[in-house]
């Protein structure tokens, strides 16, 4: 046996004592335990994880839309393993070079953009650079405390975080840190009501939204003062765990402009959309709105270091209203991580990613509503650049279908669909409200050849969850 495989044979070995050993010292307090038997994996290349006998598992959402650029990116991997020789750690007190780059890389796209001054502000992940965003919010706001969010929004499970998140499940077990959001209707073009087109839809939900400032009695607005009792209001321009629900072209024009009436900001939580996710660097900029606050996270390293941050315009963040020690956390901005994201920005700005993700999700879309087609239990597929969605029904196309799902993912996580001869797994994400929702969101580097893998793949799980 070559040293190769004694190293597999080890490992395979070794994984009744490690899911002995996670049962009884792990929490159960994460995600992991969504699924009965959650996989072990032992490498990660391209758009594929490997358990320990070296089978592949295509992943079609690609650690929630972290990994952008794909497994083990050789020149991501290169840019960490130089900072690692270089300067791998400082205080955060401290400067350095790659904090610097990489907050002018991003507050010079924003102004180009948008035609705003602004700067940036990094923290350890999404979830606390949401919660330094609602900081600026109510320092900003005379201490204002109160948030409109959506119903299916998620912004993170902190404590803060939570607050602005829809589900009460995040919630329930720890009471309230302060005030809980007012959760506003989300536009679900896909259960729209049959009567209207999904413009109309749009200019329905926001004039719904605006009702709540016609009079003092409907709660939020006084109209003497002039004073709206909401500070911000929380968006993701395409919902994430929510299903990735695509709104109207003309919503979120229609609410910004509620917004701005009412002096209002807005909050865009860019943290899983972003970096070219749907065909542009922020989701946002294919609804032609301008942000308040835009977070981001996740792909900004590729998944290799916890780091993400925020952008703020000038007058919400410049020193004087928002000096040093307003927030702070041990690891923000790194530099391992701040590396890593002025790299994935060099990267971007060599390859046109817009015309590369639009067309790759086209095609992947494509692929998808030829699946609608035989397949009449998804009722609705959609998607914009490469977040695509595929609702699992019952056999009406419409009454969601939960458990037909959860077979299809227990089902790719078994490593047992066949593919040209050998056995392979899949790796799918589900989110909606009624968690029938397949969201895919592959590596932005996946071939032409691996997302016709993927629709194959997703064929035969489907086909099998139907039969048992």
Not at 85 to 96: E, G, I, R, V
Not at 351 to 373: H, N, P, S
Not at 387 to 397: K, M, P, S, V, Y
Request: net charge negative; with cysteine; hydrophobic share 35%.
């Amino acid at each position: 046996m070559s040293q190769h495989n004694e190293l597999k044979a080890d490992t395979s070995l070794d994984e009744t004592n490690l899911r002995a050993d996670e049962a009884k010292y792990c929490s159960f307090g994460d995600t992991v335990h969504y699924v009965e038997t959650p996989p072990i994996f032992a490498r990660c290349e391209g758009s594929y994880m490997f358990d320990a006998a070296d089978k592949p598992y295509l992943d079609l959402q690609m650690w929630y839309s972290a990994v952008n650029f794909g497994y083990s990116n050789p020149r991501l991997n290169d840019a960490l393993k130089k900072q690692v020789d270089t300067l791998p750690q400082t205080a955060s007190q401290y400067l350095h070079p790659t904090k610097i780059r990489l907050a002018k890389a991003i507050a010079e796209d924003m102004k180009c953009k948008f035609s705003l001054p602004g700067r940036v502000h990094f923290n350890v992940g999404g979830a606390q650079c949401i919660e330094d965003s609602l900081k600026i919010v109510r320092n900003a706001t005379g201490g204002k405390s109160l948030m409109f969010a959506f119903e299916g929004g998620y912004h993170g499970r902190t404590l803060g975080a939570s607050s602005i998140t829809s589900s009460y499940r995040y919630r329930r077990r720890y009471g309230h840190f302060g005030d809980r959001a007012h959760f506003i209707p989300f536009p679900y073009p896909f259960r729209r009501p049959k009567n209207m087109t999904a413009e109309e839809y749009g200019e329905h939900c926001v004039n719904e939204f605006a009702r709540l400032f016609e009079t003092e009695y409907n709660g939020v607005w006084d109209p003497k003062g002039g004073q709206a009792e909401y500070a911000a209001f929380y968006v993701e321009p395409i919902q994430g765990t929510g299903g990735y629900v695509v709104p109207p072209k003309n919503f979120f024009i229609g609410l910004k402009k509620v917004l701005d009436r009412y002096g209002i900001l807005l909050v865009v939580d860019e943290i899983q959309m972003g970096f070219y996710r749907t065909g542009k660097l922020w989701s946002i900029e294919h609804f032609g709105v301008t942000p308040d606050i835009l977070v981001f996270a996740k792909a900004l390293t590729n998944g290799m270091n916890p780091l993400g941050g925020l952008w703020a315009r000038e007058e919400l963040i410049n020193p004087t209203i928002f000096p040093p020690g307003s927030t702070h956390s041990t690891f923000a901005s790194n530099p391992l991580g701040t590396a890593l994201g002025l790299e994935v920005f060099e990267m971007l700005q060599e390859t046109d990613y817009e015309k590369m993700v639009t067309e790759k999700g086209a095609y992947f879309l494509e692929g998808l509503r030829d699946l609608q087609k035989r397949h009449k239990e998804i009722g609705d597929v959609d998607g914009l650049g490469l977040a695509l969605r595929a609702e699992i029904c019952a056999d009406d196309g419409f009454t969601p279908n939960k458990a037909l799902l959860d077979k299809m993912v227990d089902i790719g996580l078994a490593g047992d669909l066949d593919w040209q001869g050998k056995k392979v797994g899949l790796i799918l994400d589900v989110g909606g409200y009624y968690k029938n929702v397949i969201t895919l969101a592959p590596s932005l580097h996946i071939s032409t050849a691996e997302i016709d893998q993927g629709l194959a793949l997703l064929d035969q799980a489907l086909t099998r969850a139907k039969r048992t």
